[in-house]
Protein backbone atom coordinates (compact mmCIF):
# COMPACT_ATOMS: atom_id res chain seq x y z
CA UNK A 1 0.00 0.00 0.00
CA UNK A 2 1.36 3.29 -0.73
CA UNK A 3 2.27 5.50 2.42
CA UNK A 4 0.82 9.22 3.05
CA UNK A 5 1.57 12.28 5.28
CA UNK A 6 -0.62 13.23 7.85
CA UNK A 7 -1.40 16.60 9.17
CA UNK A 8 1.32 16.10 12.09
CA UNK A 9 4.15 16.98 9.32
CA UNK A 10 6.33 19.84 10.20
CA UNK A 11 7.63 20.70 6.73
CA UNK A 12 10.83 19.80 7.42
CA UNK A 13 11.95 18.17 4.30
CA UNK A 14 13.65 15.52 5.67
CA UNK A 15 11.52 13.38 3.40
CA UNK A 16 12.13 14.23 -0.16
CA UNK A 17 16.15 13.03 -0.73
CA UNK A 18 15.96 9.68 0.45
CA UNK A 19 12.64 8.71 -1.28
CA UNK A 20 13.89 6.23 -4.21
CA UNK A 21 10.63 7.04 -7.00
CA UNK A 22 10.72 10.80 -6.59
CA UNK A 23 6.96 10.45 -5.12
CA UNK A 24 7.87 12.73 -2.18
CA UNK A 25 6.87 16.70 -2.86
CA UNK A 26 5.87 19.46 -1.61
CA UNK A 27 2.17 20.25 -0.81
CA UNK A 28 0.46 22.92 1.14
CA UNK A 29 1.05 23.14 4.43
CA UNK A 30 2.40 19.67 4.55
CA UNK A 31 4.08 17.34 2.10
CA UNK A 32 2.62 14.89 -0.31
CA UNK A 33 3.23 11.37 -1.26
CA UNK A 34 2.25 10.40 -5.05
CA UNK A 35 0.36 7.06 -4.32
CA UNK A 36 1.29 6.15 -8.24
CA UNK A 37 5.18 6.33 -7.39
CA UNK A 38 5.14 5.08 -4.08
CA UNK A 39 6.22 1.47 -3.16
CA UNK A 40 7.18 1.96 -0.05
CA UNK A 41 10.28 1.34 -1.07
CA UNK A 42 10.31 -2.11 -2.30
CA UNK A 43 12.50 -2.44 -4.76
CA UNK A 44 14.99 -0.51 -3.46
CA UNK A 45 15.20 -0.95 0.60
CA UNK A 46 14.33 -2.70 3.33
CA UNK A 47 11.81 -0.29 5.06
CA UNK A 48 10.38 2.90 3.63
CA UNK A 49 13.17 5.65 4.04
CA UNK A 50 10.86 8.77 4.25
CA UNK A 51 9.33 6.45 7.43
CA UNK A 52 12.80 6.28 8.84
CA UNK A 53 14.10 10.11 8.58
CA UNK A 54 11.13 11.78 9.90
CA UNK A 55 11.38 13.25 12.95
CA UNK A 56 7.16 13.93 13.24
CA UNK A 57 6.53 10.36 12.71
CA UNK A 58 3.63 11.48 9.98
CA UNK A 59 4.11 9.03 7.18
CA UNK A 60 1.32 6.32 7.93
CA UNK A 61 -0.24 3.66 5.29
CA UNK A 62 -2.55 5.17 2.47
CA UNK A 63 -5.99 3.11 3.18
CA UNK A 64 -7.29 4.26 -0.18
CA UNK A 65 -4.15 3.28 -2.14
CA UNK A 66 -3.71 -1.16 -0.93
CA UNK A 67 -1.34 -3.12 -2.74
CA UNK A 68 0.55 -6.64 -1.94
CA UNK A 69 4.21 -6.43 -2.20
CA UNK A 70 4.28 -8.04 -5.66
CA UNK A 71 2.34 -5.15 -6.52
CA UNK A 72 4.62 -2.78 -5.21
CA UNK A 73 7.52 -4.53 -6.90
CA UNK A 74 5.69 -4.55 -10.28
CA UNK A 75 5.41 -0.42 -9.51
CA UNK A 76 9.02 -0.41 -8.84
CA UNK A 77 9.86 -1.99 -12.14
CA UNK A 78 7.88 -0.12 -13.92
CA UNK A 79 9.17 3.11 -12.89
CA UNK A 80 13.13 1.92 -12.96
CA UNK A 81 12.80 -0.38 -15.97
Same mark, same amino acid.
Given at each position: ? =???? #? %? %?? $???????E??? #???? *??G????L? %?? *? &? +???C? @?AND?P /? +?V???? =??C?????KH?E $??E /?L /? =? &?? %???? @?
Open positions: M =ALMI #N %D %DC $TACDACVPCP #NDAI *SVSPVYI %DA *S &K +CTEV @GE /Q +CVVCP =ADIIPDPA $TR /Q /Q =A &KY %DRLH @G
